[in-house]
């Protein structure tokens, strides 16, 4: 794939997708470094679900941290993995009281030392809360770069890398969503829709003439 094939796949995109960002529901950086955190194997329409009746009564490291484990739980337990999750999101409400004066960092090192927070959820944070032109790479966004040829690689590290290094500098700070919402919806896991792609003409995903 070419550097102009690229270029045009995001301007495509971009028209297709005119505003891309997360849907996870938030009302700060707090709340969205919370809402990834339980979004690990989990849909963003089930972690909004939880999050709209926790973040009603706990949008703050202090006010999370009150309700205790038990009391944590009983707002996300319909998420998978979430006793887990649930003491992960605690411990990272301590650690940014003390170490952050209860506001989440905009610098990896210390996002990554939050627990529950890797690289992927660090990447989310600074590109969608931040701004910081970085691409997080989901199953959605590693399944892409393989299918289409866009960043091929054969772990998320990988693929990430070559996402940063191809994509148009131009896209770089939108293209995480771009490609997310396009995964999601149009280049589908199971039976991608090439039929009314925007880029079906661009992709070199060998088995599209069989999906038209």
Same mark, same amino acid.
């Given at each position: 794939?070419?550097?102009?094939?690229?270029?045009?796949?995001? =301007?495509?995109?971009?028209?297709?997708?005119?505003?891309?960002?997360?849907? /996870?529901?938030h009302n700060s950086t707090f709340e969205l470094l919370i809402a990834v955190i339980l979004s690990a194997q989990a849909?963003?329409?089930?972690?909004?679900?939880?999050?709209?009746?926790?973040?009603?009564?706990?949008?703050?490291?202090?006010?999370?941290?009150? &309700?205790?484990?038990?009391?944590?739980?009983?707002? $996300? =337990?319909? $998420?998978?993995?979430?006793?887990?999750?649930?003491?992960?999101? &605690?411990?990272?409400?301590?650690?940014? $009281?003390? /170490?952050?004066?209860?506001?989440?960092?905009?610098? *990896?090192?210390?996002?990554?030392?939050?627990?529950g927070v890797g690289r992927k959820t660090a990447n989310v944070i600074l590109n969608t809360a931040f701004g910081e032109?970085?691409?997080?790479?989901?199953?959605?966004?590693? *399944?892409?770069?393989?299918?289409?040829? /866009?960043?091929?690689?054969?772990?998320?590290?990988?693929?990430? =890398?070559?996402?940063?290094?191809?994509?148009?500098?131009?896209?770089?700070?939108?293209?995480?969503?771009? /490609?997310?919402?396009?995964? *999601?919806?149009?280049?589908?896991?199971?039976?991608? =829709?090439?039929?009314?792609?925007?880029?079906?003409?661009?992709?070199?995903?060998?088995?599209?003439?069989?999906?038209?």
């Open positions: 794939m070419n550097a102009q094939q690229r270029i045009e796949i995001f =301007k495509r995109l971009s028209v297709a997708i005119p505003n891309p960002t997360t849907e /996870l529901k849909t963003d329409k089930g972690v909004n679900i939880a999050t709209d009746k926790l973040f009603a009564v706990a949008n703050t490291p202090e006010a999370i941290l009150a &309700l205790g484990l038990a009391g944590l739980e009983s707002y $996300i =337990k319909s $998420i998978g993995l979430y006793h887990s999750k649930a003491k992960n999101v &605690l411990a990272t409400c301590q650690q940014l $009281i003390n /170490l952050h004066q209860s506001q989440v960092p905009n610098n *990896r090192a210390a996002l990554e030392a939050l627990p032109p970085t691409i997080a790479v989901d199953t959605h966004l590693f *399944r892409l770069g393989n299918r289409i040829n /866009l960043a091929a690689g054969k772990t998320v590290l990988e693929v990430e =890398k070559k996402y940063l290094k191809t994509i148009p500098k131009a896209y770089l700070k939108d293209a995480h969503h771009l /490609l997310i919402l396009h995964g *999601r919806y149009t280049c589908t896991a199971r039976k991608p =829709k090439c039929g009314t792609c925007c880029i079906v003409d661009l992709c070199e995903y060998k088995a599209k003439e069989y999906s038209i």
